[in-house]
């Protein structure tokens, strides 16, 4: 059958207009999914965190059916990633858009959950009952995504949402509970509670009785949680040598700035990440120096050799302790390397990666424990190296395992003026509050911090344009936090939530009656006089 020319021209327009549609919301996915990258800094809009996620549930719940909701979450979960590393282009170029969109595939069932709670096009306004299971299954599973591409394999957890609260006191206590991921679930919970609020009449009543309970127990949290209890101080100088070219200039500003601390009285020097190009074992000319400086300024110096090993084979990334007889002894041999900076995975299949970005042209080699260091004075330290501060699982231990300070050395002199410093620079706080225990980050060009054991920031921020040391007196604690002791509880109750909503969920579908067959057309009647007779 021949189909008339005007309505093929109207089918034709009409697809055409489907295709145009189809874009632009997948390209409104993409810009909904990037808006909570603002809530971290350098912007720091952190009460931006807690409507950030509005527009893109709002889009997914419009979505015509389960499919279209998955790719909605999906295309979001790509534009979050690129947006929260999109410092990282300058390094791996285009490869960072084929690592977004990998590891944004992991926000497509969430996009499913949010359509099968909030409600699909043509479905109408969610029931108060299904909109009220939204406001716990929707914020767990969120929190499933971000604890899967929490992997180091995957990047770690950089871009945590929580994270963006590191300056709120009542976010760093909610840390010191249930750690970041606690604060993950609060914020994402608020976002789901405004959107559900504005889409469903029915269910403002017992949305408003969540938010009011949720409040109440953010207070009680304020007012019974353990607090650490303070305990004595401890002068620490950070040294920040600044931009420089060549390991060698870089330790000459680094001892300069050293020596300049003689006489201030100060119990620990922390110098930044690969701040010594050369092993201390095969340059002991550096070692003696080093020493020099030590008993010039009365005081350990915790240096970080990025260097050939020579009694290993490979290139190590070590905290060194260095006093004034030389290195101590004590080493820590970074645990959780950076995947492309200092390693590829699957170097085998992806390593043309080295072809069109910075990544590593050769793996370095993993450490095989965490290291908790003595310094003279009887006080335990525990070293971290660059994005290891990110992994809250890595801080804890060390604080199980006896450290009062925890000391992260960083060095994000290839992203230097992007948002990345102050990305990392914040991560110590959330690690403070989460333990109890104040935390030092150390930047070989900015920005370093230092905070204290309840996350509150000590002093002011070494920024990217400063060359300078700097000492802070820092406060010790004592006592353990909720988190301390039970660990990631909030991450396994959300498991809970999410593995009990799919149960019910997929019980519900078989108790589902089969339709039933179709109702054969009743025959007319000049069919019923045709019918012959016997």
Known sequence: MRVPVGLRHRLTGLRQLLMVSRWWRGTAAVLAGALPALAFPAPGLWWFAYVALVPWLLLIRSARDRRRAALDGWLGGTGFMLAVHHWLMPSLTVFIVVLAALLGLLWAPWGVLVRSTLGGLGEGRPSARRATAALAVLPSGWLMVELVRSWQGLGGPWGLLGSSQWQVA?????????????????????????????????????????????????????????????????RVAVVQPGVYEGPDARFARSEALTRSLAGRHVDLVVWGESSVGSDLTARPDLAARIASLSR????????????????????????????????????????????FGEYIP?????????????????DR?????????????????????????????????????????VVAQSSTSSFQHSWAPAQHASLAA?????????????????????????????????????????????????????????????????????????????????????????????????????????
């Open 346 to 362: 699957a170097r085998s299949l992806l390593g043309w990666a080295t072809s069109v970005g910075k990544a590593a042209g050769e």
């Open 170 to 234: 009542p976010a760093l206590r909610l840390a010191s509970v249930g750690g970041v991921w606690l604060v993950s679930l609060a914020v994402v919970g608020a976002n789901v509670a405004v959107t559900v609020l504005l889409v469903s009449r029915p269910a403002r009543t017992p949305v408003m009785a969540a938010l009011l309970a949720a409040a109440v127990a953010a207070g009680a949290v304020w007012a019974w949680a353990p607090r650490p209890e303070k305990a004595g101080r401890v």
């Open 365 to 405: 080699r993993r450490g095989s424990s965490p290291v908790v260091m003595t310094l003279p004075d009887g006080l335990r330290i525990g070293p971290l190296v660059c994005f290891e501060s990110a992994f809250p699982d890595m801080s804890r231990h060390l604080v199980r395992e006896g450290a009062r300070l």
């Open 296 to 339: 010039a300024v009365g005081a350990d110096i915790l240096v970080n050799v990025d260097a050939r090993r020579a009694d290993r084979p490979g290139i190590f990334k070590s905290s060194v302790l260095v006093g004034p007889d030389g290195p101590t002894g004590d080493r820590y041999d970074k645990m959780r390397l950076v995947p």
């Open 430 to 534: 959330l690690r403070a509050a989460e333990t109890g225990r104040p935390a030092v980050h150390a930047t070989l060009t900015g920005i370093s911090a230092v905070y204290g054991p309840d996350g509150e920031r000590v002093g002011h921020w070494l920024g990217t344009e400063a060359s300078a040391a700097r000492v802070y007196d820092v406060p010790l604690a004592d006592g353990s936090t909720l988190y301390l002791r039970f660990g990631d509880w909030a991450v396994y109750t959300a498991l809970l939530v999410v593995a009990v909503y799919c149960a019910l969920t997929g019980r519900r579908s078989l108790r589902r009656p089969a339709p039933e067959p179709p109702v054969p057309p009743a025959r007319t009647a000049r069919a019923s006089q045709e019918r012959p007779v016997h």
